[in-house]
Nanobody
Framework: QVQLVESGGGLVQPGGSLRLSCAVS????????MGWHRQAPGKQRELVAT???????TYANSVKGRFTISKNNAKNTVYLQMNSLKPEDTAVYYC?????????WGQGTQVTVSS
């Protein structure tokens, strides 16, 4: 059974940093793509950043220059380094992974940016 386990969320002041991690377990195959999405209260879930196995990376315009996605293929783990955080970054952050024709999601981790 494939599982995605996220960690690293929390409360941070505006301008601060957090690093999220997401580890994939239970699969004999490496994900072809992994990424992060977020959902703020009352809003739809939106893409934050994705990385595919060939190394191509996509960021939402709202996080470009502040967030960095990276992947450790040996550990099937994806990271999201978030710098210069803003109150509008407050959301539940979800990790997802594409393995063959299936898409898997983590349980989500809360990120709150507030003074």
């Amino acid at each position: 059974q494939v599982q995605l386990v996220e960690s690293g969320g929390g409360l941070v002041q505006p301008g601060g940093s957090l690093r999220l991690s997401c580890a994939v377990s239970g699969s004999s195959f490496s994900p072809s793509a992994m990424g992060w999405h977020r959902q703020a209260p009352g809003k739809q879930r939106e893409l934050v950043a994705t990385v595919i196995s060939g190394g191509s990376i996509t960021y939402a315009n709202s996080v470009k220059g502040r967030f960095t996605i990276s992947k450790n293929n040996a550990k099937n783990t994806v990271y999201l380094q978030m710098n210069s955080l803003k109150p509008e970054d407050t959301a539940v952050y979800y990790c997802n992974a594409h393995i063959w024709a299936m898409e898997y999601w983590g349980q989500g981790t809360q990120v709150t940016v507030s003074s």
